[in-house]
């Protein structure tokens, strides 16, 4: 844990602690022509990618839905956050930033340029033969090593504070990529569900019209399911735009044309297990690139304090004169000792010494209140995790598989007339509400587990280490 090169992932890995779970529900079986689309491998391991899939459950006589398209993983969203990176404005921007803040640390000098001096004696010619008429002068500053040390720390701390802050940038549009893809793989199987629906409806019309053949049987039965149907291909309709809608704004964030396509997605397996926060937060606080920022801040105010107080110290400098006769003969020269008096000018030193150490102050509170707020978000978001990891274990192995056998069997009652075709379509529902809800549960748990991969500062493209003190 005190190694600086630990990775993220081994910290996280040696976190994952597996809970007492039923087993999960099986799932869907994906269509051998549709193959995930290859994506470059993330720059370092996310949370999810650490978070095993659930075991198999028992199949049921549920009919499945359509083939899964291509998973929205952690590393397939990983693929796609190193290819924004890399051209993205903002990041492009926090890059040319943390640029500027190194070079400051070459703009800093111990010395002070050299004061240079000529000057013409006028005065009777016999005064200035014998004093000599032309003056020269030559004066340097003595360099002052504790408010150099105290510039340069400064800078430093400002360049590694600049450089968390390209970290932030690269979480936040990571983190915005990745809601996007959970978004859009979750409309699709929306979708997926939903067309599945509409075909089962359309069976149970066609098995209406059959009955609605028979002389003592009516026609609202079938109407009923006419007019059910086409309340679900509105909704699909809907879903179907919104999904355009959530493929436009991946697109844009991207930089992609906005009417670029993106293939049909699908959410990946779940998983029974939970992180622990005790084991996470030391690894996750020291890579956290807020946190990095604070600290760097901190260390640029404590730096400036020092400044302050350097600057408050008498300037010492040293010089030579020389006088010389202007008909080539010299006269005399005089070495120089300067030292300036910072006594008058006290109160203001002390004021702005004053102002730093507020300005610390002021730092070190922000690092402990972003730490307050950092526990509080990763006790948050492995409480999330682990609760979506169960509800969506819950619809898998025990809601939907029996409202697939309570549809079932008011179906077979509805065709021998001994159940209501109301009692058929609440069941049809129910079904579709426990599915589309285990999705939605899966999507949730995804996304809190990106957002662990943000708070790890697992997004960036670069590691987040604060340039060397010189």
Known sequence: MNNPRLPVAAVLAAALTALNLPAAAADRAESPAQTPTPVPA????????????APSPARTSIPAAAPAGTPATSAYIAGLVAGALQIHPKTAAARARTLAARQALDAIPLWEDPMISIGVMAAEKAMRRDDGDLAAGFEQTLPRPGLYRAEKNRAAAEAGMQQAEEGVTANELGLAIARLVIELALTDELIRLQSDEVEQVRILTGSALERSKNPDATAVESLRLESELALLVQNLEATARQRKQQAQALNLVLLR?????????????RANVILSAATLRAEMERRNPKLLALRQAMEAAAAGTEAARQQGKPIVSVGVDSNTWSGGDFRSAMFTLKVSLP????KSYQAETARRESL???ARRDLEAELVEFSTQLSDLLTTVENHSRLAVSYQTEVIPRAGKSLEALQNAWISSKATLADVLDAQRLLLTARQSEKRATAARLAAVQQLTALSGAFANSSITPPSRP
């Open 360 to 362: 610390q102050l002021a």
């Open 343 to 346: 006594w008058f000018n006290r």
């Open 42 to 53: 993330p720059a370092s391991p996310s949370a999810a990618a650490l978070i095993p899939s």
């Open 257 to 269: 044309p906005p009417g670029a396509g993106w293939p049909e997605f699908s959410l990946p397996g």
